[in-house]
Every structure is written in C-alpha cells, then in structure tokens.
C-alpha cells in the first residue's frame, strides 16, 4: 500500500497525516501543539483513539524526529519506503512560486534562500524537508507553498506605496500567507452554501497562532492581511501585526535593549501581540482563562485581539463591496466561541447574526440566523489534504 504524509509546520505546532492515496483516507495524524512553550504536549490519533504525551518540544526540528518515533511506535509503517510521497507546508514561496514545486536540491536552496519572507516558518519548513529527504530519499517530496493561492491578487493590492524601485529590485510587496486554508476553506463554504465558489464573495478569517484575513471574489484571492511576511496584518499569539514603521527607529533611539532593526522585528515577531499585551501567554486558551479569571492585562489583549480581527474583516467588505459570507477557521476560529460571537456581534451592521446556541465549541457549517443576509460559517481548515493532493499530482505526473 502506498502512503503519503503530509507535514504541515505552522509557528507554534507541527500537524501531520498519514494518508492512503489516492483513496485519500486518514491512516492516522497528530499535531504536536505548543512547540517551545513550557508545557508542549504531543497527540497522534490513530483508529479513532488519541494518544497524548505531554512532553518538552524545544523546536520544530525535535517534532519531526519525534513524528519519525511515532510512525514506528505505533506499526504504521513496517518499513519507512511505503511512504511514497512527501508534502511540506511551506509559508513563503516569493516570486518564485506561484505553485507546489518538487522539491529539488536548487527548490530547497531557493526555500531557503528567501526564509527572511517567513523567518518563523521558512527555516523550520526547509529543516523538515532535509530531514525526510534524508530519511525517505526515495519518497516523491513536493514543496506546498502558503503563498501560491494570494498570487492572484491584483498589483493595487499586493503592492506598497512606496517608490517603484524597491519593488523592482527587491520584490518588495505583499504576499500573504495560508493560502491553502484559506483556499480549502472557501471551496468548502461554497458547497455548504450550495453555489459554486466563482460565483461567492468570500471573507475568510483564519485565526491560529498566526492569523490573516482574505478577501476572495470568484474563488481567487483578491487581497489578504499578511504582507511582505506574516508579521503584517492582525495581531495575533507572538505578533504585532501591522505596525506604523516610523516606531522603529525611535524604539532603536531610545531602548538600551534594542539596537538594530533585527531586535524591533525580533520583539514584533516572538514577543508582541497576545502575549506581548497579556504578558501571561501567547496561546487563547490560557488567555481566556486568565481573561475570565479578570487578569486586567489578559481583558485588554483580547479586546485587541477581536478590535483588529473587526478592523480587517471590515476592510475586505469593502475591497469586495460586499460579502456572501464570513468563514471562521484554524485553532482559534474553529474553537473558540467567544472570538467569533465578538467578532460578529461587533459587525452586525454589515448584516451579520449568529444564533448562538449553534456558536460552540466544535460547531460546523453554517451558525447564522436565517435573516442574516451574510452567512458565518464555521469550516475547519485542512490543509494537510491539500498538500497531499499536491503530493498526489506530483506522483501521478511522474509515472506518466
Ligand atoms: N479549544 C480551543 N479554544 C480556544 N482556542 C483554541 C482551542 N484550541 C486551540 N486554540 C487556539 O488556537 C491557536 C493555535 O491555532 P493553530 O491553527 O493550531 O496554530 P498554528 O498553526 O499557527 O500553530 C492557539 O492560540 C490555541 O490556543
Ligand atoms: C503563516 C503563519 O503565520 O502560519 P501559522 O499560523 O501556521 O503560524
Ligand atoms: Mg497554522
């Protein structure tokens, strides 16, 4: 039997699935959670049973080994060659590609090459490849690029304001990210709301560790909160989101601890948004704890938190001049209530209305109320399917 997996290395997790292809059944998957935070904790879920190990996971490259233990541990493969096809997430493709690329040794080079696109993700995801590259070197492995989705965005959206040359020289723009959740999300919403995705205007809101907000007309993506890197856009668990850049050098100026640019886009990046703000936690189930248990800090970052969710969500009702619909997803839009009863409440004006005894936790599909003339959705995303349908093209091509 064939088997493909799919490694999808986000900032603060590493979710895999093991998959039969091209019957695309779920053998088994995981998600190691919580990577470099005190208490990161490993779930494989395999014949409807979960397996949580709560255990330290400094960083992304230790998940992968782990994920290799797990594999054998649990007999789902006898031999590592049944895994024919390998697909990786990864965040930031740039100019280079504007679809899923085979991963060779130049693919990998350029991966890494342009990892100050995506330096929470780009390093981790190219660390992953080499380490299945050394580990499977037989299996079909495909690069799926997070950015391959947004390259539909028109240039008044994707470019910055700011002298033509930067972008000319440099490729500076924007390039969004999680495209193939917010892809896979949009296709799943349209079948929910029983109308093909090229005829809907989409807002699709996908909230996790890192979050971003797009705007999808006719299927493709027309603009999306992310930027030059995810660090653009809402805030979210570690980061700022959209900053006024004039912040920088006056931080440099006058903070002892903070000397160069690098350090204010470090502090943006790892020590700013939830946790930043809250100083209890970067993650929205601690949060809400502390939010509830009336953590003056923890109330503040979370009214943040769903102000600029409002803010963005608002901005791309009116970049499509209207929505069909609002479609929750990742950690924290499929799970947590709260967010998009904030959120929805917070925007009723544009329509919007939720019944709540369908808001809860693990709802899906459709949550509004009849007279709502903007349906909320709640799709979960998976873009571990998407990736290994990629894988599957890829192998299909290569038998030809
Ligand atoms: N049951 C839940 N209620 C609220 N938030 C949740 C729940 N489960 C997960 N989350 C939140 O989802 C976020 C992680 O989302 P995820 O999409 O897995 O992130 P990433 O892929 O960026 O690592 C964390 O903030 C986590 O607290
Ligand atoms: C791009 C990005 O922020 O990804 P994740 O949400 O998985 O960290
Ligand atoms: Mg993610």
Redesign the pocket.
Known sequence: MEKTLSV?A????L?WQLYEMPEEKVIAKG?F?R?GLPDSVATAKIDGQAHVRKQKIVDHLQAVLLLMDTLIHFNLVDDFREITGVGHRVVAGGEFFKKSALVTPEVLKQIKSISHLAPLHNPANAAGIEAFLKLLPDAVSVAVFDTAFHTTMPEKAFRYPIPNQYYEKYAVRKYGAHGTSHMYVSQEAAKILGKPVEELKLITA??????SISAIDGGKSVDTSMGFTPLGGVM??TRSGEMDASVIPYLIANDPELNDAQDVIDMFNNRSG?KGVSEVT???????DARLSGNKNAILAYEMFVDRLKKYISQYFGVLNGADALIFT????????D?RRDVVQGLSWFGMEIIPELNV?GAVGDISTPESTVKVLVVP?DEELVIARDVEKFKKELKK
């Open positions: 999808n986000g900032s603060s997790s979710k998600i959670e990577i996908h909230i996790g560790n890192g979050a979210m668990g939830i970067s993650d929205m189930r601690d949060l809400q990742a950690g924290i839009g499929e799970n947590d209530e967010v936790r995303t």
